[in-house]
């Protein structure tokens, strides 16, 4: 069998590393230089083969539901491993509908990584079967989703009771604050997100395993 084309997408460089590391050492891989970001990604698959992607989904410019979005539409048949530390059911979902291969925690063992990458590469998938968590959104994720996204605690907690289907007003009332308060604050997450109504906090909720 050919050695695999593989490519890295991921901003941290320690697990990067690591990852490399780990597959120098398994062989059977044609290791590409590795990218940080959803563009260089895209740039990358322009001009270069590409068997396999080991993609994360926080990465900037272009995040990995954005970038596998695009990859789906132009590169059919790239194997796409989502890696990432997002233990959350609806992501799990998002990436499988968006045509992910499979989806692996970065907690995985190195002999899981190196066995779900094979599996993949031979035409098969890998979807973990995450539990719901007791707390909907662990603090880890909501303190990088802030950062990532501009946002502050109230706006993240709006957009999930916009996805729930409450008026301004009945958010305003369980948030005791005035419905143009939380008018205002939809204004601006509209803003910060780049959407134009409410339908488009709507889609980016459920990306982003808000609902």
Do not use: C
Request: hydrophobic share 40%.
């Amino acid at each position: 069998m050919p050695e695999l084309r593989l490519l890295i997408a991921d901003d941290h460089q320690l697990l990067i590393d690591g990852m490399l590391s780990l597959l120098r050492e398994a062989g059977g891989y044609t290791l590409l230089e590795p990218v940080n970001d959803g563009r260089q990604l895209l740039e990358k698959l322009a001009s270069t083969p590409v068997d396999i992607i080991l993609l994360d989904l926080n990465m900037p410019h272009l995040d990995g539901i954005r970038a596998l979005e695009k990859i789906r539409r132009q590169y059919p048949r790239v194997r796409i491993l989502v890696l990432t530390n997002y233990n959350q059911p609806q992501l799990v979902a998002e990436v499988r509908r968006l045509g992910a291969n499979g989806y692996l925690l970065k907690s995985a063992s190195a002999g899981e990584l190196q066995r779900v990458i094979r599996l993949i590469a031979e035409g098969g998938e890998w979807f973990e079967d995450i539990a719901v968590e007791e707390e909907p959104l662990p603090s880890y994720f909501l303190d990088e989703f802030l950062r990532k996204y501009h946002l502050t605690r109230r706006e993240v907690e709006i957009i999930r009771m916009v996805g729930s289907e409450l008026t301004s007003k009945e958010i305003g009332s369980r948030l005791s604050i005035s419905e143009f308060t939380v008018n205002t604050h939809r204004k601006n997450i509209m803003r910060k997100l780049e959407v134009r109504n409410i339908a488009g906090i709507l889609n980016f909720a459920r990306t982003h395993g808000l609902l």
